[in-house]
């Protein structure tokens, strides 16, 4: 694989739920790729598909409800879309990773912390109990835990919000991936911890030349970050590109929106912040044309029926807007 060639290569994502209220598209044809050593955010609203798009490319979508209907998650030219369970098991916590959104629901209380990273290293790297443990300190020292000896035996609850958090790290680097998902790794953390821990995560990624996939809703956090920029609405990526050009020359009106919702110290105190009106559509009814449209300040008739292609605007930058040029005008 050459140096600027994709790990990871997804085209026309899409997945369907199937609820009560009908089938709901929660992905509808995604496009995005990310090269080794990169670090590509993922930013938009709650209900954007974020976070189920992170569960589609490791397969972890509940079935029933949900299935992938169409599309193709490429990592190092295989497709996982149409890989086997069995082969799934083998990729997941070892060549693919994932920190999930809440560490105290997703580590388990009954076990030690040291038994919860050892099992990925007995399970794909073949360690015994004891060389498996030593890894395990090894990682827990290398997110930053003081006392790593200690810790390694202590549960989840022993620990505080921000060590939980490096746990979840430790055990999603244990096997050395290639690509690591990070679903809202600051979620409930102070704004110092949350730093340590983005920084931490940008640290391993330079020393491993690892992929990172940064799940997030906080732009300013991810700013001085990141590489790329994916911004997601209603299940579509609606704009794409390197994250200096993004913020600095945002095309979509969505985009738009975002930033400027943004707190920001240079506003005087009291100042409103700005609001985006109204709320992402629901999924089981969406209207034809852009699925932006109903929240859009520029929108046109034409709006509300054509559904926009991407459209380049700039190096390595798109946006799915048919006012793209007014717009960035």
Known sequence: MGQDAALLEVTDLRVEFRTRRG???????????????????????????KSMTALALLRLIPSPPG??????VRFQGEDLAQATEARMREVRGDR?????????????????VGDQ?????????????????????????????PAPERRVDEYPHQLSGGMRQRVMIAMALACRPDI????EPTTALDVTVQAEVLDLLAALVADSGMALLLISHDLGLMADRVQRLLVMYAGQAIEDGPCAEVLARPAHPYTQALLAARPRLELARGTRLATIPG?????????PGCAFADRCPRVVDRCRVVDPPPVEV?????????????VTA
């Open 279 to 287: 709320r992402v559509p629901e999924l089981h009814a969406l209207p």
């Open 96 to 112: 693919i990773s994932m920190i999930f959104q809440e560490p105290m629901t997703s580590l388990n209380p009954v076990f030690t």
């Open 180 to 183: 690591l998902i990070a679903d």
């Open 314 to 326: 700039g190096a390595g930058h798109t946006a799915c807007c048919l006012r793209l040029h007014e």
């Open 23 to 49: 089938s709901a598209m929660v992905l509808n044809g995604v496009d995005f790729h990310i090269r080794r050593g990169e670090t590509l955010c993922v930013v938009g609203e709650s209900g954007c598909g």
């Open 117 to 145: 990273i050892g099992e990925s290293l007995r399970l794909h790297a073949g360690l015994d109990a004891k060389a498996a443990r030593e890894r395990s300190i090894e990682m827990l020292r290398s997110v930053g835990i």
């Open 67 to 72: 299935q992938i209907k169409a599309g193709a």
